[in-house]
Every structure is written in structure tokens, then in C-alpha cells.
């Protein structure tokens, strides 16, 4: 059987020891129990790694502390020509990365190879920001003052991230709060450990190659008991963490409880409304990626279309006959279009909402099924599904991690479309398909869409890294990535200088001695 060059990109990433049980960089410090890694793609195992202790996590806080006292004061466009450097030891590791990410996540290869690209532009965007961290001046009220803010790095950034997006989502963050000047401790997914220590080495090399401390980029690894000594360690003033709204929810709790801060990036229930202006092309080609592309495990997946009822039918069958045309298999085959989702308990959660949506009165209109014999050994593999469904369903309430698309209709108005659409606890991305300037307006404005993301004439999902990313409501109110994220890394400072021999007092409040 076809191999697709997977041993290579081991060897390129530098995971051949952990195979026999060591490991490199900073995982060095992490003793703990085994942890296994299975590719949902074959069921082979990867590799293996070892968790991370309470002992090998003081070690671990050791090195990011001391590291942030050097990184703090390298000035923030060395600390930019560090990313630079970063983002071209991944432009050199693309394609083995892309791979790596493709055989332990189970994403298609071009995808895989789309989440490494998204790393590089974040490193290019965060190369330009290292010389913009820019504050305001103000006019002081008081003759002889000047006044004016600054933004100091927080020091210690904790980050917590999902298996669906296994290298991509710590780069933004990470990039981001290295030319911030944080330190970074990172626990990638239990279920992808491989992709973590893989970034961790190429990091780990550009900082040595620097003379720079390691510590500046730290990983951890294990389940949520680990990500646990991160949110209760008042040394962390940030953490920033995706997943699912169930763990969001235990997180912001813990943290809040010390007053530390969160950046949360959880669950999506992403729709589009398909209007009877809509391109049905375009349409098809939107939700049929946004519902099955990364075998439906973005947050930002569509999960519910929202269709006028003048075009349902129309709809309904493009939609239908494109998704007869799916190739299941391997992503690692450029042919195939679906991979496996990511493991046994993905596959019953599937099952499950399958079995639910009928139970609750939807009516089935692509048949689910878990796939079996030659390619499908690994049990991971499930068809892509369509449901017509009620948004009020429990089910259709509920983000199912797994390719299962949603049919709704609407009658009369955009405002219809609208109260289904924002009728769900999750506010992360939605869309529009139409050609009515008015309809798409509508939907933009204050009165419209109440997600994160709202796009016209594009899918949910595929946002670009230069816009802020993250959604309101249940998916958490954290934005990263683009525009003016970096703040959320910085703390901000009012300064307020008297260059006279006079203390006037503000407000004009006299006070004589
Ligand atoms: C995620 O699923 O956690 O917008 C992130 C997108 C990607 C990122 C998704 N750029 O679909």
C-alpha cells in the first residue's frame, strides 16, 4: 500500500526518536505516562509522547519565567525578525508538516497543507505588526503634561488547543504573543500530539540557531488535567484556549476565579441562508465544502442551510447530486475529497446525532453510514449526511463534530431567515447567498447576523488569518489572528509626564499645602 512519503516527513520533522520513545526539544522535560498516537487514517500508531508531570510542569514554568525576562526586552522588531525567521523554516517544512497534520488529524493533504500556509501568513502578518504595536497620545487637560499609552507584554501566554486545527490555531496565537513579547506554554489536543512536538522542533531551532532562550516556546502535553495546571497557575495572566463550548465554559470559570484573562474560541452551529436571489453554483460549491471539508470538524463547518422556501427544491437536489459525488478515503489520495473523522468516539457522537434527528422527527435525505472493508480499516471513515430538520430540534441546537448538514426552510422575509439563523446559543460564522443588495445589507447590519463572522457570497468556513477571528454568544466573545488581536497579548499603559517645576491637579481641584 501507498505510504504518500509519510516516513520522510517524519524524518524531515524530526519525530523519528520519539518513535522509540524519546523525545526532543522541550519535551524533554515531560516524563509521564505514554501517550499513543493513532492515525484516524490507517489506525497505525504515529508515534508516542510522554505526558507532562506536576514536576515536569515547574520545570516547564521555570524556563518560560526566566525566558520572558531576555524575550521582554528584546526589542519588538528583533522579536518580529525571530517570526520572520520562523515563517520560513515552515515555508522549507510545508509540505512535511501538511502531511503530518493530514495523517494525524485526518484532513485532506491540500487541506493540511492550507493550515501550514495559514501559519506562514500569520508569521508575515505578525512581522509587520512587530514594528506597529502602536499606542495613542492623548492632550493632557494640565499645562506642561504629556500624555500617552503603551502596550507591555503579559508574560507567561498559556494556550489550549483542538485536534481539528492542530498546528495552525497555536501559530496564531503564538506568533502573535512572541512579537508581543510573551512566552509561550503550549498543550496541543491529546489526540494530535505529534503535530505539537513537530512545531515545537522547528521553533526549538530558530531560537537555538538564535542564541535565544528555548523556553521563549514551551509544550506540554496531556489531557485536561495538564491544561488544569496551566488556568489555576496565577503565574499565566492569559489564556487563550479552542475547543468545545463544554471546556470553554470549565476554563473561563477557573480563570475568572483569579481574575486572569481568556481569549475562547469554542463552539460554531455556522449557517448560511440561501435567499431567492442566490447563485445556486455558488451556493453549492459554499456548503458543500463548508459542510464536508475537514470531514465537517471546523468550527467554522456549516452545519444548517437555510433555504427560501421558492428555491428549497433547487437547492436541495444540487446540493444532493454533489454530494454523490464525494470520494471517501484517504486524504493523503489527492483524489479523495472526505477523510476519516478523528476517532471511535467521533464516530458514535455521529451515529448518535443521526439516530437523534430521526428520533426528533427529521427526514433523511443523504444517508449516513460508517464505512468498512479495504482503506477503511481504521473504523474512522463516515458518510457525509443530510437531514431535514426543524432548527428548534435539540439536535440541530447542537454542534455535532462531524459531517451532518442541516436543511431548514424559510418563507416570507430575510428577517425569517434571520430568527432561525440567530436562533441558536453558538455565534461564530454565517453567510449570505444572494444578489439583492438590499437582502445582503440587511444581513450585515445591526439587525442582522449576531455571529462573529458574517460573510456575503462565500461559505462559512475558510476565514483568511488578516481579519479578527471568533464569535459571540456560546462560541466564547475571544477574537485572534488578524486586525487588532495582538492587544489581547499586551497589557496597556496610561502615562501621564509633567516636564514643569509646578504639580497642577486634574480635575482642577486646588489643594494648598
Ligand atoms: C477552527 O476550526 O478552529 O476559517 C479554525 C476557517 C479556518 C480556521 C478554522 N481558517 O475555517
Redesign the pocket.
Known sequence: AATFGIESALKQLGLKDINEGTSTGSTNFSSGDIIESYSPVDGKLIGKVKATTKEDYAKVMQAATSAFKTWRTTPAPLRGEIVRQFGDKLREKKEALGKLVSYEMGKSYQEGLGEVQ?MIDICDFAVGLSRQLHGLTMHSERPGHRMYEQYHPLGVVGIIS?F??PV??WAWNTALAWICGDVCVWKPSEKTPMCGVACQNIAAEVFAANGLPEGICNLINGDYAVGEMMTKDTRIPLISA?GSTRMGKIVAKEVAGRLGNTLL?LGGNNAIIVTPDADIKMTVIGAVFGAVG?AG?????TRRLIIHESMYDKVKDAVVSAYNQLRIGNPLDENNHVGPIIDKDAVKMYQNALEKVVAEGGNIVVEGGVLEGEGYESGCYVKPAIAEAENSFEIVQHETFAPILYLLKYSGTIENALDIQNGVAQGL?SAIMTNNLREAEHFLSVQGSDCG?ANVNIGT?????GGA?GGEKETGGGRESGSDAWKVYMRRQTNTINYTTELPLAQGIKFNL
Request: aromatic share 10%; proline share 0%.
Open positions: 495559514e483542538a481539528n486545527f495552525a490555531v479552542t474560541e475537514t470538524q471546523r468550527c467554522t463547518s460564522s463572522i468556513s475558510g476565514a483568511e488569518i477571528f
